[in-house]
């Protein structure tokens, strides 16, 4: 039996995966997808490329991903360590007593409630998205953040793929991968709370089983015990119900007060009574530090695991592939198509092939005539162009009147043809911005580089393009030579 892939690997593995496969034959793979799909389940989409990739990855040597994903888990355990041991060494120290005096729950609870309940604070910051006016106070906490220092340690042992590297970057250009990181470092630092709170409430409570430990209270603040009294059953409000005995009574707190000039005469006077802050403490420590960082941990899994699909389906290779498994196999008559002037660019003498579907197209710099470009997207792309838009000719009101026609339809895939010899400029980056506006976020935006002359797209071309459209980071859009 094939082993189950996690949805991480799939994230790593299928772009990768799909990359490589670009240069097989568009028909082929049209073919092939569309089978697939046919064949598994039906669910959404993220369903869909998983059941894709169960089938199309069979007998596949282990990808990267299965690498990352290991060291994933194992810098998960190491997080997990260093809260357990950062939680074993607090504790000691707050609870520390050697007779001399009380433990003092001022400073205990400073220790490990306070403390946490700050740092608590500081990381709810840091949930929602980038807000304008505190973007500079996130990007300092993300900094400072213990699971941040995990992502760039893991960064840089990882060894990964360029593409598989950059998801793990802080202010990576892609949506997608700085979602996955925001709860990939809050996974792993809620990861060392969870497991600090835990050893501190274990350590805690073997220290009171297996020694005699007394509590007082003390600080050089002019304060009331009357008020301190009320400051402790606040704090002992949300057990108070179930369980009475772990809220100090006022006596108990007016008992318990000392300074250290007096040398502790009123706590050696009442030991075992002082001893009953123990409970007080320990349920503070679980309502105040256990109980939100899991709940913290928990979301922070759950949004984890939807980040992590999203950066699976956020990938413009992935979204052709899922073009292609939703692609029609329809059959056109080729009279039209007879008539029509073969074009004078690469690979015009394959003979025509299944239609997977229909398009509009754009043709930009005058790449080819519109003839030409409805007989590349038949034979190269399996494509029926229905409607053909022209711009990039220097002139701006036909740029304008091209995004207005392009936007009267945005239901189907478009076409954006472009000479391949010439590289990518920022007049047809700002083009495709405009143009990705325009028609929203829904339709597919394929550019096609279309050579000079009677050859293929050469890979240095296609490489050039290919970190071109990267760059624009739009999951929608993606580049299609029609490899053969």
């Not at 892939?5 to 299928?14: H, K, N, R």
């Not at 939807?306 to 052709?320: F, I, K, N, P, Y």
């Not at 296609?462 to 029609?482: N, S, V």
Request: aromatic share 6%; net charge neutral.
């Amino acid at each position: 039996m094939p082993r189950e892939t996690t949805l991480f690997e799939e994230a790593i593995d299928v772009p990768l995966w799909l990359e490589a496969d670009s240069l097989t034959p568009y028909a082929e793979r049209a073919r092939r997808d569309r089978e697939i799909a046919q064949q598994s389940s039906r669910g959404d989409r993220l369903a869909r490329v998983r059941a894709w990739w169960r089938s199309a990855a069979q007998g596949a040597a282990e990808g990267a991903g299965a690498r990352l994903e290991r060291l994933r888990t194992i810098v998960t355990i190491v997080m997990a360590a260093a809260g357990c041991t950062t939680g074993v060494v607090v504790a000691l120290a707050a609870f520390a007593y050697d007779g001399s005096e009380p433990v003092n729950v001022v400073r205990l609870l400073a220790l490990l409630v306070g403390v946490q309940l700050v740092l608590l604070a500081l990381t709810l910051v840091l949930l929602p998205g980038r807000v304008p006016g505190l973007r500079h106070i996130q990007d300092l906490l993300t900094a400072l953040n213990p699971g941040a220092w995990a992502v760039g340690v893991y960064a840089k042992i990882a060894r990964a793929s360029p593409d598989a590297a950059r998801l793990f970057e802080l202010h990576a250009p892609r949506p997608a991968a700085r979602r996955f990181v925001k709860w990939q470092l809050l996974y792993w630092s809620q990861t060392a709370a969870v497991t600090f709170n835990v050893a501190a409430l274990v350590t805690a409570i073997l220290l009171v089983t297996f020694s005699d430990l007394a509590f007082g209270w003390s600080t050089t603040l002019e304060v009331d015990t009357t008020r301190v009294s009320r400051i402790v059953q606040a704090i002992a409000s949300p057990w108070a119900s179930f369980a009475p005995l772990a809220v100090p009574s006022p006596e108990l707190v007016e008992q318990s007060q000392f300074f250290r000039l007096e040398r502790a005469d009123i706590a050696a006077g009442s030991p075992r009574a002082l001893g009953a802050w123990w409970p007080f403490t320990v349920l503070a420590l679980m309502t105040y530090g256990l109980l939100p960082r899991l709940l913290l941990l928990i979301l922070a899994a759950l949004r984890l695991r939807a980040a992590t699909g999203a950066l699976l389906l956020e990938d413009s290779r992935v979204t052709a592939l899922l073009d292609r498994m939703a692609s029609p196999a329809i059959e056109t008559a080729a009279a039209q198509h007879d008539e029509a002037p073969s074009p004078a660019i690469g690979l015009a003498t394959t003979g025509d092939r299944p239609m997977t579907g229909a398009a509009r197209a754009l043709i930009w710099e005058n790449s080819l005539p519109p003839d030409a470009a409805r007989s590349y997207a038949r034979r190269q792309l399996g494509l029926e162009v229905l409607d053909v838009a022209e711009a990039g000719a220097g002139r701006l009101n036909v740029d304008r009147a091209a995004l207005e026609q392009l936007a009267m339809d945005s239901s189907r895939t478009l076409i954006v043809f472009t000479p391949a010899w010439e590289p990518p400029l920022l007049e047809l980056r700002d083009f495709l911005g405009a143009l990705r506006q325009r028609i929203g976020p829904a339709a597919s935006i394929v550019v096609a580089p279309v050579p000079d002359g009677p050859r293929a797209v050469t890979d240095v071309e296609r490489a050039t393009w290919h970190r071109a459209i990267a760059q624009l980071a739009d999951p929608k859009m993606y580049l299609e030579t029609g490899a053969a």
